[in-house]
């Protein structure tokens, strides 16, 4: 028969704080092994979780990322013919493409039911006049030959603006351009730092600049902004003005269109430079369109190029290089990681043949040492892997975005889920390893007959095991008893009936 409810709730915490407190003792009785038990765990967790995520990143950078790009297109000189560049030599402008050109490509697309859409930039070079003067070259030739000392260059749309090959600006004094299609200003324009104190302008005065090909067509036109280079970077000397950054000047395209620099009938440096960029919705479409310029014959000297794709391959370069080193690494932090935790778990098993072989002769049954036993393994594994799990967790982000160049880490929930499920299975499977080392001790293998040497032997070794590791098990002789143990006491004998 059981004890009654009260003693016998009192008999199962018994129960439960003799494991307990027989456990701990264990581990605190040794510090470093339980601390290296926690550090090993904890390593192991961080690790796998961060390096986890950035492979995780990685592979989507390299590949839904990469689809789900709307590349730009366009159209470039080959670097071999670019390099041929002459500014003084007005036959260059053969190499320009015409709106004719870009529009047979944009019909084919638009036949082949290809989606997209375009922005423009388009430059000449422009004459400086008495009173409005450029940074000078270091080997400047005359205007005549060179088409002018400034160039002159419009943006379709902000878009274009930001896409500026000379480098993205930002207006530091005045206003920006208006880009929108329905702009009528014909006067705005926007002039860099250099040539504003060069020539002591201040937003809302005006300059007059000459036509490429005639000094007496002039054009006047007001400051309505002062740029500088987001770089930070002091433009390089070059050859001829014309060829300095800093020497653009930016305008809108109708103040662009309407005083005749957007024309298809000029003449040597008259003729406007023209780049044309699509934007297409997929890379399927940025596929089909390639084939389809290819197909209609590329222009002598010209490569298809998507500066955006190109922007985009080198952003995720550093996060893709660290994230192959970390496919190594994590493969071999878990084999010496799960190698050096078995290590120690089997360290705090050996030698305690004897102190299990005692507790179990005295009446503690094999579920309560086997219990004992995960506890010693659980509580420093599960410790350590919630350390890691909360370091991984928060960590992982800053960390990242300093070692993967800048690139964005996120860690997931899929990925928080699965490290929690894996590391407590792990934990898991280190406990049963300590609890099949009790349950592989046979009852019958105690009370086995032994030659004498063997027997002694062997006692000697389990009392120095019992004296090595006393209280592991706690003192057995105040150990709850079962059940049957209690009433085996109780019970009167025949003498004590009488």
């Known amino acids: 028969m059981y004890a009654p409810g009260g003693q016998h709730r009192q008999r199962l915490e018994k129960y439960r704080m003799f494991v307990l407190k027989n456990a701990w003792a264990a581990l605190t009785r040794h510090k470093w092994r339980s601390l290296l038990t926690i550090i090993t765990a904890l390593i192991v967790t961080f690790g796998t979780m961060f390096s986890t995520a950035v492979i995780q990143a990685s592979d989507t950078a390299y590949g839904s990322g990469y689809d789900a790009q709307k590349p730009t297109f366009d159209l470039k000189l080959k ?11 007005s036959s260059w402008t053969k190499n320009y493409l015409s709106w004719t050109q870009y529009s047979t490509y944009a019909s084919a697309a638009q036949s082949a039911s290809i989606s997209f859409t375009y922005t423009f930039t388009e430059s000449v070079p422009v004459r400086q006049t008495s009173k409005f003067k450029a940074v ?14 400034f160039t002159l260059r419009t943006f379709y749309s902000k878009e274009a603006a930001a896409a500026n090959a000379q480098g993205a600006f930002t207006i530091v004094k005045g206003k920006n351009l208006s880009y929108s299609t329905s702009s009528t200003d014909s006067t705005s324009a926007l002039i860099s730092e250099t040539v504003a104190k060069k020539n002591n302008l201040k937003v809302g005065d005006t300059f007059t600049i000459a ?6 067509t002039t054009v006047k036109l007001k400051v309505a902004g002062i740029y500088r280079y987001k770089d930070g970077q002091t433009a390089a000397s070059t050859k001829l003005a014309k060829d300095n950054r800093d020497n653009a000047i930016f305008v809108g395209y109708y103040a662009f269109a309407i005083n005749n620099f957007d024309t298809t009938t000029g003449k040597g440096w008259a003729v ?21 310029v290819k197909k209609a014959k590329l222009p002598t000297g010209y490569e298809i190029v998507s500066t955006s794709l190109e922007a985009y391959t080198e952003s995720i370069k550093p996060l893709g290089k660290f994230a192959e080193r970390l496919r190594i690494a994590r493969i071999v932090l878990l084999i010496v990681g799960g190698l050096l935790l078995v290590a120690l778990v089997v360290l705090g098993l050996v030698h305690r043949r004897g102190e299990i072989a005692t507790a179990m002769l005295v009446g503690v049954t094999k579920a309560r040492i086997a219990w004992q036993f995960m506890l010693e393994v659980l509580f420093p594994t599960i410790f350590g892997f919630a350390i890691g799990a909360l370091a991984g967790g928060f960590g992982t982000k800053p960390l990242a975005h300093q070692l993967a160049g800048g690139y964005e880490v996120t860690m997931s929930a899929s990925l928080v889920w699965q490290t929690i499920g894996y ?9 049963f ?24 032997s062997v006692s000697n070794a389990e009392s120095d095991d019992s004296a090595r590791d ?22 009167p004998t025949k003498e004590e009936s009488k």
Do not use: H, W
Not at 79 to 89: H, I, M
Not at 211 to 216: G, I, L, N, R
């Open 136 to 149: 000078a070259g270091t080997a400047d030739q005359d205007a005549s030959k060179t088409g002018g000392e």
């Open 272 to 292: 406007p430079d023209l780049q044309v960029t699509f934007t297409l919705d997929s890379m399927s479409a940025y596929k089909k369109f390639v084939t389809l």
């Open 423 to 431: 590391g407590l299975l792990a934990c898991l499977v280190l406990s």
């Open 79 to 89: 670097q071999s013919v670019q390099s041929k560049y002459n500014g003084a030599d």
């Open 433 to 456: 390893i300590a609890m099949f080392r009790v349950v592989a001790v046979r009852r019958i293998s105690l009370f086995a007959p032994r030659d004498s040497g063997d027997y002694a």
């Open 211 to 216: 036509s490429p090909t005639d000094a007496k």
């Open 470 to 491: 006393a209280g592991d098990t706690g003192d057995v002789e105040n150990a709850p008893t079962t059940q049957a143990e209690q009433t085996q006491e109780t019970k």
